[in-house]
């Protein structure tokens, strides 16, 4: 699948029209980029005028092929549009998910079968789906719609329609009131935030999370990490942060990579 961006409104009708044929002559559908077969190129039609994050009101046109891809980490199936954030590089990216399956295992005394995971910011749900034989349950949060769907079709490709549930809204709006249904059963939370990080309100629903008791931060930004982590380890009951998996030393995050991560 190649997406690319596109600012709304700053070229005439013409000149889009012609950004859009001479993409689909450029990228024909089953060519071949580098060693990969084209199989779906998109055009992402945003109001952002710089940096990497989309926004909620960006609209996708399909030029060539499926809206869709499909990808496999760890012999589960997803379902890969292209507003989905998913890790590039698979080979390292599971690597990083079997990291955070032993973060979770040695965290936590109880059984699988009385576990909840909390996935927040769970994108097209591959971290809580990966998890799945940890956990009674998998909970997946997540503010982007779009993602939410991807997630729920993902749960149903790997048949765990009726070990997932997906809430589609802000993570410090939802984890409190979804938390409070599990009762004393232990909840181990994923958080996997954008680049800038926890927002101080994620961060007080957090601390204040009851039965909350083990999160696994994953970050492809040390400056926000190493902010977060003061946060989030003051002095506090009920909540201990048992590590800090620096998402870049076991997958790249984008299309960036650096070497001392």
Not at 115 to 120: C, R, Y
């Amino acid at each position: 699948m190649l997406t690319l961006v596109h600012t709304k409104n700053i070229v005439s009708p013409e000149l889009n029209e012609k950004i859009r044929n001479t993409l689909k002559e450029t990228f024909p559908l089953n060519g071949l980029i580098g060693e990969c077969k084209l199989v779906s190129l998109n055009l992402i039609q945003t109001e952002a005028s710089g940096g990497v994050d989309y926004e909620l009101n960006d609209t996708v046109e399909t030029l060539h092929g499926d809206s869709f891809y499909t990808e496999e980490l760890l012999g589960y199936k997803f379902h890969v549009s292209p507003l989905s954030f998913l890790q590039v590089n698979t080979d390292v990216c599971e690597k990083m998910y079997l990291y955070i399956r032993q973060l979770a295992a040695s965290a936590v005394k109880a059984q699988a079968e009385s576990i909840v995971i909390f996935d927040l910011y769970c994108g097209i749900g591959t971290i809580g789906i990966c998890m799945e034989k940890s956990a009674k349950e998998i909970i997946g949060i997540e503010i982007v719609s779009s993602a939410i769907e991807d997630a729920r079709t993902n749960a149903a490709m790997n048949g765990l329609e009726g070990k997932t549930r997906y809430y589609c809204g802000k993570v410090e709006e939802l984890i409190g009131e979804v938390a409070a249904q599990y009762g004393k059963r232990p909840i181990v939370a994923v958080v996997d935030p954008p680049r800038g990080g926890l927002h101080k309100d994620v961060v007080n629903r957090i601390r204040t999370c009851k039965g909350l008791d083990v999160l696994i931060y994953v970050s492809c930004n040390q400056q926000s990490l190493v902010r977060d982590a003061l946060l989030l380890c003051r002095p506090a009951k009920g909540l201990s942060l048992i590590h800090i998996c620096r998402c870049r030393r076991y997958a790249v995050c984008r299309s960036r990579w650096s070497p001392y991560h």
